[in-house]
């Protein structure tokens, strides 16, 4: 069983390696999707287009000090966010139950989506690699959270009419919000 396992996880990262090959440009319109959030229930994109735009941030891994940086940034400037007529998704190879611990333990107000598969980072061309685990306090109790795979650090926004307006394939977890931001006041 473990081989077994072991092997479709192998093709699952094998399939989203090859399509990831075809990123996504400005310009370019977002195929539908739809994942796991972090409290479990069903998120999709479809929901949200034409109402505002959407800031997508693929991050590696939960608990790790650059990616809480730039979740914690973008928590902090929500109000900025709002602002600026954006909601914001995170997206990474996670587990539910890991995201969820993720949101509690820094208190994040936008959702996280869980990828395991890697099929939307697949969607937008976000390079992924193996995953793995580390363990982590999260109000007293040590926490195991598990990836199936890692993605790259990208940053997209997805304008109200459903195409890229922003893509970021070398984004500085720390900037990330403030250069988001600046993005967003332009193209007003």
């Known amino acids: 069983m ?19 090959s075809a990123a996504l440009e400005v310009g370019s319109e977002v195929a539908s999707f739809a994942a796991n959030d972090d ?11 034409g109402k505002k735009n959407i800031v997508v941030y693929f991050y590696p891994a939960a608990m790790t000090g650059g990616c809480t940086a730039q979740a914690c940034a973008y928590r902090d400037y929500s109000t ?26 820094h208190n994040l107000n936008f959702p996280l989506l869980s990828d395991p598969n890697g099929s ?7 390079p992924t690699r193996a995953g793995g685990s580390l363990e982590r306090e999260v109000n007293g ?17 997805i304008g109200k009419d459903g195409k890229i307006i922003y893509k970021n394939e070398e984004v500085n977890a720390r900037e990330d919000t403030a250069t988001v931001l600046a993005v967003l006041e332009k193209n007003k």
């Open 120 to 126: 939307i980072a697949a969607i937008f061309g976000v």
């Open 39 to 49: 409290t479990g229930e069903i998120w999709t994109v479809a929901e949200h287009l």
């Open 2 to 20: 473990k081989k077994f396992l072991q092997l479709l996880t192998l093709s699952a990262m094998s399939l989203s390696a090859s399509l990831s």
């Open 80 to 105: 900025n966010l709002d602002k600026a007529d954006a909601i914001v998704v995170g997206v990474s190879g996670d587990s539910v139950k890991g995201l969820s611990l993720f949101k509690e333990a």
């Open 141 to 157: 109790d040590m926490h195991t959270f598990f990836r199936n795979l890692t993605t790259s650090r990208w940053t997209f926004i």
